[in-house]
């Protein structure tokens, strides 16, 4: 089996695991405690923080451990928030951000605050003048990702940062996805990292708070963690994360060189063996291990459980999940297809072969996914190029008012998409598709659709129990 899913939680380092072990039998006891083996204890913890600080590039008293990265995402967000709340109640963050940044708006936003949400490119980047203007006298905090979770892009956060800073708002950096890659540049002023994504082990998450930002702890405090993180330290969980940070950045130059260049080589092949299929994300600034692409006429979750009957282990940024059935909303925000994605991203030590094995078993999934949903098989796609079939019933299909009108109301993505695409090459040059539809993904996918398809999207209306999708003919 392959497991390429890092981005979701990395295998636990061989480092990390050593580290543990060690630190089981010397790191057990309160940290907080004068007798030997408390002090043991706080040696250990104190030594993480220092190493912990000098990765990050912050000092140790700025560092608290907590336990997970959500929760420090959320006690920064919170603490900071409330640091600030003569300076105002504006939250200002993009629309790309990991559901723990957003989730922690949705809960200032219902306690009455105000939220911005910074709109991306189609690469899944903010524009730093845009995410700055959208800065107001009011604004308490901002939060930037350092890489997207979904599709790899790189931030700039260096220059939201100097911006921020110019404004006089302090900027918190979620860099859970780059931590292994190097420190975060620029002039942050909060951080949030998540161990399980370098090889650390799950339940330790870091917060940074630099000197001089205004922070209030929220909820009840204790003495441990400078009252930031309350509860009893894991001590050896603690190590055996700041172990394995140490190591997955002493090779990260050239470890990060090579999976690049495997996923440059996944970013090459994958349009070509499998067609209607576009790789998102930024080609240039972005993570060395992760890329993602999406299949026309497929759902990414049919298309991951063939790939894992395959041997493969991948995720999917797809617009629904079986647990949440909601659109992706960084796919949503790129404007890009939300249906049939596929996210690769590479665990440190992946073997080439494996990679391409995995380009050699890919475009038999996806044929046999579109097979089943009757979106055509390899090679032979309906679409605009493709001649009209006469024999094939126009129903659900009517002429209405000029125009061909499908009727794909109760009916789930893809197939909205694949009954356009069946009917498209049946309208002349010019002439118009009207497709109902009342899955809430096809708000996305049609026009992501005719993106790929070089179609033009028209727009949309009330359509009896859904939506009417219009799209011109182009091509």
């Given at each position: 089996m392959s497991y390429f899913d890092a981005a979701s939680s990395a295998p636990l380092h061989p480092v990390a695991r050593q580290a543990l072990q060690a630190s089981l039998d010397e790191g057990w006891a309160d940290p907080a405690r004068l007798y030997r083996e408390g002090r043991r204890a706080r040696m250990l913890l104190d030594a993480a923080r220092e190493a912990a600080a000098e990765a990050l590039g912050c000092r140790p008293d700025e560092l608290v451990f907590t336990s997970s990265g959500t929760r420090a995402v959320h006690d920064g967000v919170a603490g900071a928030l409330a640091g600030r709340r003569r300076a105002g109640d504006h939250l200002l963050v993009s629309a790309v951000e990991h559901s723990s940044v957003l989730h922690a708006a949705e809960v200032h936003e219902a306690a009455g605050g105000s939220v911005t949400r910074a709109p991306v490119t189609r690469t899944g980047a903010v524009d730093a003048e845009v995410f700055a203007g959208l800065l107001r006298p009011d604004s308490a905090l901002a939060c930037l990702q350092s890489a997207n979770h979904e599709v790899g892009t790189e931030q700039p956060v260096a220059e939201v940062a100097e911006r921020c800073r110019a404004a006089g708002v302090p900027l918190l950096v979620d860099a859970a996805q780059s931590l292994a890659w190097g420190p975060v540049p620029g002039g942050w002023s909060l951080l949030t990292g998540s161990a399980h994504k370098w090889g650390g082990p799950a339940g330790v998450g870091l917060l940074v708070v630099r000197k001089g930002v205004r922070f209030a702890p929220r909820g009840p405090v204790d003495e441990r963690e400078s009252g930031r993180a309350p509860g009893f330290e894991n001590v050896p969980a603690v190590v055996a994360a700041v172990a394995s940070l140490r190591a997955v950045r002493a090779e990260a130059d050239a470890e990060g060189a090579r999976l690049r260049a495997l996923t440059a080589r996944v970013r090459e092949r994958v349009t070509v063996l499998v067609p209607d299929t576009t790789v998102v994300g930024d080609p240039e600034r972005r993570l060395p291990h992760l890329v993602t692409f999406s299949c026309l006429y497929v759902d990414g979750e049919s298309v991951l459980s063939e790939l894992d009957r395959a041997g493969f282990s991948v995720s999917s940024g797809s617009s629904c999940t079986s647990s949440t059935l909601t659109p992706s909303h960084v796919l949503r925000a790129m404007g890009v297809l939300s249906e049939g994605n596929v996210r690769v991203?590479?665990?440190?030590?992946?073997?080439?072969?494996?990679?391409?094995?995995?380009?050699?078993?890919?475009?038999?999934?996806?044929?046999?996914?579109?097979?089943?949903?009757?979106?055509?098989?390899?090679?032979?796609?309906?679409?605009?190029?493709?001649?009209?079939?006469?024999?094939?019933?126009?129903?659900?299909?009517?002429?209405?008012?000029?125009?061909?009108?499908?009727?794909?109301?109760?009916?789930?993505?893809?197939?909205?998409?694949?009954?356009?695409?069946?009917?498209?090459?049946?309208?002349?040059?010019?002439?118009?598709?009207?497709?109902?539809?009342?899955?809430?993904?096809?708000?996305?996918?049609?026009?992501?659709?005719?993106?790929?398809?070089?179609?033009?999207?028209?727009?949309?209306?009330?359509g009896g129990r859904g939506v009417a999708y219009r799209v011109v003919r182009v091509v």
């Amino acid at each position: 089996m392959s497991y390429f899913d890092a981005a979701s939680s990395a295998p636990l380092h061989p480092v990390a695991r050593q580290a543990l072990q060690a630190s089981l039998d010397e790191g057990w006891a309160d940290p907080a405690r004068l007798y030997r083996e408390g002090r043991r204890a706080r040696m250990l913890l104190d030594a993480a923080r220092e190493a912990a600080a000098e990765a990050l590039g912050c000092r140790p008293d700025e560092l608290v451990f907590t336990s997970s990265g959500t929760r420090a995402v959320h006690d920064g967000v919170a603490g900071a928030l409330a640091g600030r709340r003569r300076a105002g109640d504006h939250l200002l963050v993009s629309a790309v951000e990991h559901s723990s940044v957003l989730h922690a708006a949705e809960v200032h936003e219902a306690a009455g605050g105000s939220v911005t949400r910074a709109p991306v490119t189609r690469t899944g980047a903010v524009d730093a003048e845009v995410f700055a203007g959208l800065l107001r006298p009011d604004s308490a905090l901002a939060c930037l990702q350092s890489a997207n979770h979904e599709v790899g892009t790189e931030q700039p956060v260096a220059e939201v940062a100097e911006r921020c800073r110019a404004a006089g708002v302090p900027l918190l950096v979620d860099a859970a996805q780059s931590l292994a890659w190097g420190p975060v540049p620029g002039g942050w002023s909060l951080l949030t990292g998540s161990a399980h994504k370098w090889g650390g082990p799950a339940g330790v998450g870091l917060l940074v708070v630099r000197k001089g930002v205004r922070f209030a702890p929220r909820g009840p405090v204790d003495e441990r963690e400078s009252g930031r993180a309350p509860g009893f330290e894991n001590v050896p969980a603690v190590v055996a994360a700041v172990a394995s940070l140490r190591a997955v950045r002493a090779e990260a130059d050239a470890e990060g060189a090579r999976l690049r260049a495997l996923t440059a080589r996944v970013r090459e092949r994958v349009t070509v063996l499998v067609p209607d299929t576009t790789v998102v994300g930024d080609p240039e600034r972005r993570l060395p291990h992760l890329v993602t692409f999406s299949c026309l006429y497929v759902d990414g979750e049919s298309v991951l459980s063939e790939l894992d009957r395959a041997g493969f282990s991948v995720s999917s940024g797809s617009s629904c999940t079986s647990s949440t059935l909601t659109p992706s909303h960084v796919l949503r925000a790129m404007g890009v297809l939300s249906e049939g994605n596929v996210r690769v991203s590479l665990p440190v030590g992946t073997p080439a072969e494996e990679v391409e094995r995995f380009l050699g078993v890919l475009p038999a999934v996806v044929d046999s996914v579109r097979g089943k949903l009757g979106g055509g098989t390899h090679g032979e796609r309906s679409g605009a190029s493709a001649a009209p079939d006469p024999s094939e019933p126009v129903d659900p299909a009517r002429v209405e008012r000029g125009e061909l009108v499908v009727d794909a109301l109760g009916k789930r993505c893809p197939l909205p998409v694949i009954e356009l695409a069946k009917v498209i090459g049946r309208v002349p040059v010019g002439g118009t598709v009207v497709v109902l539809a009342d899955d809430e993904a096809a708000r996305w996918d049609i026009p992501a659709w005719c993106e790929m398809r070089g179609q033009r999207f028209a727009g949309v209306s009330p359509g009896g129990r859904g939506v009417a999708y219009r799209v011109v003919r182009v091509v």
